[in-house]
């Protein structure tokens, strides 16, 4: 029972109760600074906020509010982000949708979720526009998106207790079944994340987790409250240990998660000698072997965290 006492009071800076409240604060602490990194592209704080707030505009008059679900297909891009955080500043909850997903698994995701609108791009539209149960929006090639308001939406009505995003199961063992975190869930796991491995403006984590996982939740708030950079990794670099190294030599990363299988293979790629910045990496949803740590700190002297937790936890319920 003690060693599960691990209720604590939020510091006043960490007023928000709602997900986006907690990178609204920051935008408003560090406006100026970089917020959001894809390739050459870059976002300062007060550029994420400007057009995460006129793509909530247009979903507010699409009818998005609280407990609104909305399809989010994707590739990495700084569209991802913005995106996420407008589903939010409208009042809705965000289902992620990895686009190369079997048709099939799309149409009954957004079916069973009941998306009101699906968010995507051009490029990965596809044949998306088939979808029955959405009004689909290509956030790269909406015409009315330039004309919304770039003032933070007020009066959504969203409460703790409302939805933030629902990730489906693998399914691997029967029907996908969509996990339902409202705020006061995914807040108060952001909060201790906060406290545990604060990510100030001198780090800088490289989001490159599917956002199909909930691993990717916390990659990308924790950086965004705490007013550190989001480094967005191109697409398919997951699977790609030389691009990684790239990434991280590149942008100075200091904060990487793996899963343990990839960190294998990343521990044994040449090019990590070049990756001075990196200071903390997190491994999860496999194993992890004593080994593989201590094969980890040879190669770079690092703080290896080893986090697990299912979905329905709220991302994580342990950690080492």
Not at 49 to 58: F, G, M, S
Not at 202 to 208: G, N, Q, S
Not at 226 to 254: C, K, Q, S
Request: aromatic share 4%; charged share 25%; with cysteine.
């Amino acid at each position: 029972a003690r060693w599960n006492e691990t209720a604590a009071a939020h510091a006043v800076h960490r007023t928000g109760t709602l997900l986006h409240e907690l990178v609204e604060q920051q935008v408003d602490r560090t406006p100026d600074a970089i917020a959001v990194v894809f390739e050459a592209e870059r976002l300062t704080y007060r550029e994420l906020d400007a057009l995460a707030n006129r793509l909530a505009n247009r979903l507010r008059a699409l009818g998005v509010g609280p407990d609104t679900r909305v399809g989010v297909a994707m590739d990495r891009s700084l569209d991802l982000p913005i995106a996420l955080l407008a589903v939010l500043k409208a009042g809705g909850a965000y289902v992620p949708i990895v686009p190369s997903y079997p048709r099939d698994r799309v149409d009954f995701m957004l079916a069973d979720a009941g998306a009101r609108v699906l968010l995507t791009q051009e490029r990965v539209r596809g044949d998306l526009d088939r979808v029955g149960t959405a009004h689909v929006v290509a956030v790269d090639a909406d015409p009315e998106l330039a004309a919304a308001s770039a003032e933070r939406p007020s009066g959504t009505g969203a409460t703790p207790e409302h939805l933030a995003y629902v990730i489906y199961t693998s399914g691997s063992t029967g029907q996908p079944k969509g996990v339902m975190i409202p705020h006061r869930a995914i807040v108060n796991h952001m909060r201790w994340m906060d406290r545990a491995f604060s990510l100030g403006p001198e780090r800088a984590i490289l989001h490159k987790t599917p956002i199909s996982f909930d691993a990717s939740v916390w990659e990308i708030w924790l950086p965004l409250m705490g007013g550190a950079r989001l480094v967005v990794a191109r697409p398919g670099a997951h699977r790609d240990a030389a691009a990684m190294v790239d990434a991280i030599a590149e942008h100075a990363i200091t904060d990487l998660q793996l899963v343990p299988s990839m960190l294998e293979v990343l521990v044994e790629e040449p090019g990590l000698d070049r990756c001075a910045s990196l200071a903390r990496v997190f491994a999860g949803g496999e194993a992890l072997s004593r080994s593989l740590v201590d094969r980890t700190k040879a190669r770079r002297d690092v703080e290896v965290v080893n986090l697990y937790g299912p979905t329905e936890c709220t991302v994580q319920a342990i950690t080492w």
